[in-house]
């Protein structure tokens, strides 16, 4: 992960601590998008392919790439796009290499004053530096050493914007593969991909089964059905409505069924209150391919498996 950058939501002015995500470039070398520092984040209402994407140069290679736009889900419901640096000019080349024993710039000279061969007195001797009692140097944990950074110091929250629910029994998985989001046909793929990995069975869209509707979403998603699940995947560029919510929820308690939702653009702060109150799984989609847990219900599916 990249360096941990605060990130100020607009709508509630909660301060996130935010790493960019790191992408493969095919020199092998990772790359990590450079957020522009101080830029404030904005929330995203209106979704297009082409916006979602940013151009990023591998310091390695030189070479340009389209990587997704890196975002951060507010706990408020709020969807933020992240600024980065556009790419405008050639990345500084290294200086040449020192040779060893030669002094670098703006280091002193052999027999310059205060140097171990000038002779003179107060000159350096190896071995000689100050040092705290005891011989060791001061570490970041000890009392001596000047604090560390803190919400009063740096004004970001060090509160987590959302605390997962400690795992009651751990399942064993593999590393789940996400796959990059770029049409509403991958977002569905990708949320397919994933309840797979969660302990799904034969998840299916119901289109592709002979005879079966598709119900859960009721035209606000994509559904996909499975033994004992009815997801809803929300590829549109609007937060998911609390209609949409309520109408899963009854599918899945009428069905026997888990019901799950995914969402491309977030949800709407009262589907997330309802959802909570009905245990209602929630996961936010990000165009890197991997569903991020949105409430408790859904720490609990991650921990416990359907």
Same mark, same amino acid.
């Given at each position: 992960?990249?360096?941990?950058?605060?990130?100020? +939501?607009?709508? +509630?002015?909660?301060?996130?601590?935010?790493?960019?995500?790191?992408?493969?470039?095919?020199?092998?070398?990772?790359?990590?998008?450079? !957020?522009?520092?101080?830029?404030?984040?904005?929330?995203?209402?209106?979704?297009?392919?082409?916006?979602?994407?940013?151009?990023?140069?591998?310091?390695? +290679?030189?070479?340009?790439?389209?990587?997704?736009?890196?975002?951060?889900? +507010?706990? &408020?419901?709020?969807?933020?796009?992240?600024?980065?640096?556009?790419?405008?000019?050639?990345?500084?080349?290294?200086?040449?290499?020192?040779?060893?024993?030669?002094?670098?710039?703006?280091?002193?000279?052999?027999?310059?004053?205060?140097?171990?061969?000038?002779?003179?007195?107060?000159?350096?001797?190896?071995?000689?530096?100050?040092?705290?009692?005891?011989?060791?140097?001061?570490?970041?944990?000890?009392?001596?050493?000047?604090?560390?950074?803190?919400?009063?110091?740096?004004?970001?929250?060090?509160?987590?914007?959302?605390?997962?629910?400690?795992?009651?029994?751990?399942?064993?998985?593999?590393?789940?593969?996400?796959?990059?989001?770029?049409?509403?046909?991958?977002?569905?793929?990708?949320?397919?991909?994933? !309840?797979?990995?969660?302990?799904?069975?034969?998840?299916?869209?119901?289109?592709?089964?002979?005879?079966?509707?598709?119900?859960?979403?009721?035209?606000?998603?994509?559904?996909?059905?499975?033994?004992?699940?009815?997801?809803?995947?929300?590829?549109?560029?609007?937060?998911?409505? !609390?209609?949409?919510?309520? &109408?899963?929820?009854?599918?899945?308690?009428?069905?026997?069924?888990?019901?799950?939702?995914?969402?491309?653009?977030?949800?709407?702060?009262?589907?997330?209150?309802?959802?909570?109150?009905?245990?209602?799984?929630?996961?936010?989609?990000?165009?890197?391919?991997?569903?991020?847990? !949105?409430?408790?219900?859904?720490?609990?599916?991650?921990?416990?498996?359907?």
């Amino acid at each position: 992960m990249g360096e941990n950058v605060p990130v100020r +939501c607009p709508a +509630c002015r909660r301060t996130h601590g935010y790493a960019p995500p790191v992408y493969p470039c095919p020199c092998g070398v990772p790359v990590v998008p450079p !957020l522009l520092k101080g830029a404030p984040a904005e929330p995203i209402t209106h979704r297009t392919w082409t916006d979602d994407w940013v151009t990023v140069r591998c310091g390695a +290679c030189g070479r340009h790439d389209q990587w997704p736009q890196p975002e951060l889900g +507010c706990p &408020c419901g709020t969807v933020l796009r992240v600024p980065v640096r556009p790419v405008t000019a050639a990345p500084k080349r290294p200086s040449a290499p020192t040779a060893p024993g030669a002094p670098g710039p703006g280091a002193p000279g052999p027999g310059a004053p205060g140097t171990p061969d000038s002779g003179t007195p107060g000159a350096a001797r190896p071995g000689a530096a100050d040092s705290p009692p005891g011989g060791t140097d001061s570490q970041p944990g000890d009392p001596e050493s000047p604090p560390g950074a803190t919400a009063s110091a740096t004004g970001v929250s060090t509160v987590p914007a959302h605390i997962p629910l400690p795992r009651t029994a751990a399942v064993p998985r593999p590393t789940f593969r996400p796959v990059t989001i770029r049409t509403a046909r991958d977002a569905v793929t990708t949320a397919a991909l994933y !309840l797979h990995w969660l302990g799904f069975q034969d998840v299916v869209q119901p289109e592709d089964v002979p005879g079966t509707a598709p119900a859960a979403g009721g035209g606000f998603g994509v559904d996909l059905r499975g033994p004992g699940l009815v997801a809803q995947v929300d590829p549109t560029t609007r937060p998911t409505s !609390l209609r949409a919510v309520e &109408c899963l929820w009854l599918t899945g308690l009428a069905a026997s069924a888990t019901s799950v939702s995914f969402s491309l653009a977030g949800y709407e702060e009262k589907a997330r209150a309802r959802a909570d109150r009905l245990r209602l799984p929630l996961f936010v989609l990000d165009l890197t391919g991997t569903p991020q847990p !949105l409430n408790g219900p859904a720490d609990e599916l991650i921990a416990r498996g359907p």
